[in-house]
Nanobody
Framework: VQLQASGGGLVQAGGSLRLSCAAS????????MGWFRQAPGKEREFVAG????????YYADSVKGRFTISRDNAKNTVSLQMNGLKPEDTAVYYC???????????????WGQGTQVTVSS
């Protein structure tokens, strides 16, 4: 599986961005998908995840109620709608694919290249 993330940019606090991740391969629906982020000097952390058929999602407490993950298996895409952005959301955001919807970084086998999100105060 090859993943290509896009949609990052610069936004003011309180604004919105929508990240997208396009996946190659015919087995996309078999994978749980996750969004992670890594701020400078910090470890990569789980943000949101969705299971293979899209009927279960899970969010980090820091983004719950502000971010929404979704997927379209017909188009091999997963998205992250980010509303109410805060300066502390500034990071490089990565999409990842793995066998199960879990939070640990090592449990995901395939990673996109990352897209920068910067939120100004």
């Amino acid at each position: 599986v090859q993943l290509q993330a896009s949609g990052g940019g610069l936004v003011q606090a309180g604004g919105s961005l929508r990240l997208s991740c396009a996946a190659s391969g015919r087995t996309f629906s078999m994978y749980a998908m996750g969004w992670f982020r890594q701020a400078p000097g910090k470890e990569r952390e789980f943000v949101a995840g969705i299971n293979g058929n899209g009927d279960y999602t899970y969010y980090a407490d820091s983004v719950k109620g502000r971010f929404t993950i979704s997927r379209d298996n017909a188009k091999n895409t997963v998205s992250l709608q980010m509303n109410g952005l805060k300066p502390e959301d500034t990071a490089v955001y990565y999409c990842a694919a793995g066998p199960r919807l879990v939070t640990p970084v090592p449990m995901y086998d395939y990673w996109g290249q990352g897209t920068q999100v910067t939120v100004s105060s």
